[in-house]
């Protein structure tokens, strides 16, 4: 019990120490915070790349203004060159051309597998576009650019360069015609002609527009959706987990209150109380066990060490207050007992298990335990150890008896046989007065043999040294058996036996030999303790599975005190203690040996009367397995 108890307290000061806010508060931060953060980086990228996707749609809307501004400065140079025919008018024609050829240049390095970015890089900044959109269109075009819009745009693109070779061819013609002196009516054909192409770049120019601002649309629309659903999407997730992290966390919740309470529940069974003291405000904290023990009442209080030490014995002050400061100095769980004197005038042990504790948070020190009373414990122990040296003394006296028994049978056993052989002289017989004598010194011997013998017997039978061969006895048999044995006794006491046994036999599970002992000494005690003429009646009737065997006498009787007492070894009842001999041991052994056959023997007596030893056994058939006991 008292290892269970142990146990307890050392599970119970490991729940009290084992707190939420130690082990799972980290795991809850990044449980509950890491999916927002998540969700938050990640609606963060998408909305980066929305914005350089649109940036790079804006770089492409910018690098067709700048086209048609550099078209139209190329229609209205070679328009002033057909009138002026100034050559400074036709290098500017060339000159506003190169920013639509270098973007022209750049979209067929971008179809190729493996693009020029640098070169493409010159090239759109050429054409007119910023430096900082440029790493996003070619990353477009490489990208999306097989998609329908895209095409759409690409195809609008290809036909403005297709405008771009015939303002060429026609900026050429109108350069040779102008060098060989053409006339004004062919020069004027080129103008219409010019005019005409310029209607086309308009309607080449729309239609550009039209498709860029489609495809900016339609990925503006894409990216809102993306972004959208992919916010809603992680969304669901973090919200996912985090119910799943607050569910564990209501489970953990659960299980530590259904631990503490089982860890009160367990303490209240063993009698625990509960102490916790604050180091930096002095304070102890004691629940209702613990106020009771210490004799503060039968509520939980608040003290302070110095009003807890008035409770304890002055001799223990000293050792309790060392404790509680060893366990707050080395940090280890310490143990030790102290005496408490309480109101009512008991004085009771209280045993002290405590260690400190820092809370991780706050950083103020605290000293946890227990305290129980074990007061009864130490007791038991002592009695235990009483007992133990008890049967330790008697173990000895056991040993002693035998030895000593069995030293006394060599000597007397050579005084009973002089005695015999000087009864059985017939040559020279003795005289009568010494006759008389040596039958003095045969019955002595003869007592004193049976005393020997009766100690071998319970030292034996106490000692577990008598071996039993448990099997099926015909008990009947048995005691007549026994009956013939003292039949001489009996005569010799002038004692009638009276047999009131069952004609068929009774079958027992017992020892034979050790049966018929038993019926022996019972018979005898009824013979010498029955009046002059009496009669010994014997009889036996079943109950269930035992027999039970009456062996009653016409005696003296006793009473209910004298009973109970009759088992006992060297017991003697004292109004019999000089009418027969006796040693004491006899009812005893009988006791013993019935008891190791799984029977019981009682005694039923009524003063002036006589008594009943009954004896019960089990029953057992003819073909029952016999069954050894050591």
Wanted: charged fraction near 20%; hydrophobic fraction near 40%.
């Amino acid at each position: 019990m008292r290892a269970i108890q142990g146990k307890q307290v050392k599970q119970g000061l490991s729940l009290m120490a084992a707190r939420p806010t130690r082990t799972t508060p980290k795991r809850l931060y990044i449980s509950v915070l890491a999916p927002t953060l998540v969700v938050a980086c990640l609606v963060a990228a998408l909305a980066t790349v929305s914005v350089k996707v649109l940036g790079s749609v804006r770089g492409y809307a910018t690098g067709e203004s700048a086209w048609s501004k550099s078209c139209a400065d190329a229609e209205l140079h070679l328009s002033h060159y057909a009138l002026s025919r100034d050559p400074a008018d036709y290098d500017e024609f060339q000159r506003a051309l190169q920013a639509p050829l270098g973007s022209r240049q750049a979209r067929v390095e971008l179809t190729r597998p493996h693009p020029d970015t640098a070169l493409i890089t010159r090239l759109f900044i050429a054409g007119g576009s910023h430096p900082d959109d440029i790493p996003g269109m070619i990353a477009l075009f490489r990208y999306f650019g097989a998609m329908p819009v895209f095409k759409q745009t690409m195809a609008a693109w290809i036909e403005g360069d297709a405008l771009i070779d015939r303002l060429r061819a026609l900026g050429d013609r109108l350069h040779e015609q102008i060098l060989h002196g053409a006339s004004n009516e062919t020069v004027q054909l080129s103008l219409i002609q010019l005019r005409q192409l310029a209607d086309d770049f308009h309607v080449a120019e729309q239609l550009f527009r039209v498709n860029v601002d489609n495809a900016g649309r339609l990925t503006e629309a894409l990216l809102i959706g993306t972004i959208l659903l992919t916010t809603a999407g992680l969304t669901v997730a973090g919200l996912l987990l985090v119910r799943s992290s607050l569910i564990k966390q209501v489970r953990h919740e659960r299980s530590l209150a259904k631990a503490t309470r089982r860890w009160e529940l367990a303490a209240e069974a063993a009698g625990l109380g509960l102490f916790e003291q604050k180091i930096d405000s002095d304070q102890i904290s004691l629940d209702a066990n613990a106020c009771t023990m210490y004799g503060l009442g039968q509520q939980a209080c608040m003290v302070t060490p110095d009003e807890l030490d008035q409770c304890i014995d002055e001799a223990d002050r000293l050792q309790a207050s060392a404790i509680r400061s060893r366990a707050v100095e080395t940090g280890q769980t310490v143990r030790g007992t102290h005496r408490v004197n309480r109101a009512d005038g008991q004085q009771r042990q209280i045993e002290l298990i405590g260690r400190q504790e820092v809370n991780e948070h706050k950083g103020d020190v605290r000293l946890i335990g227990v305290v129980r009373d074990v007061t009864d414990e130490m007791r038991q122990a002592q009695l235990t150890m009483q007992r133990d040296a008890a049967e330790k003394v008697a173990a000895a006296q056991r040993e002693f008896l035998s030895r000593l028994s069995h030293e006394l049978r060599t000597p007397l056993n050579a005084i009973l046989g002089f005695a015999q052989l000087l009864r059985m002289e017939h040559t020279e017989p003795l005289p009568a007065h010494q006759r008389q004598q040596v039958e003095m010194i045969l019955a002595a011997g003869q007592q004193l043999l049976a005393l020997v013998e009766d100690v071998l017997d319970l030292t034996k039978v106490e000692a577990g040294e008598i071996s039993m061969v448990l099997q099926p006895v015909n008990a009947t048999q048995v005691m007549h058996a026994s009956m013939s044995m003292i039949d001489s006794a009996r005569q010799l006491l002038g004692v009638s036996f009276v047999d009131k046994l069952p004609l068929q036999a009774i079958w027992v599970q017992a020892d034979p030999q050790r049966l018929q002992q038993v019926f022996m000494n019972l018979l005898s005690n009824s013979c010498k303790y029955n009046r002059p003429g009496g009669h010994v009646t014997v009889s036996a009737h079943q109950e269930r599975h035992r027999v039970v065997f009456d062996i009653l006498d016409e005696g003296l009787g006793m009473s209910e005190d004298e009973t109970r007492q009759l088992f006992q070894p060297f017991k003697r009842i004292h109004a019999h203690i000089h009418a027969m001999e006796g040693t004491g041991l006899g009812l005893y052994i009988v006791k013993m040996l019935v008891e190791r056959m799984n029977g019981t023997v009682v005694v039923r007596s009524q003063k002036g009367v006589g008594s009943t030893f009954s004896v019960t056994l089990p029953t057992a058939a003819p073909s029952s397995p016999s069954e050894t006991v050591s």
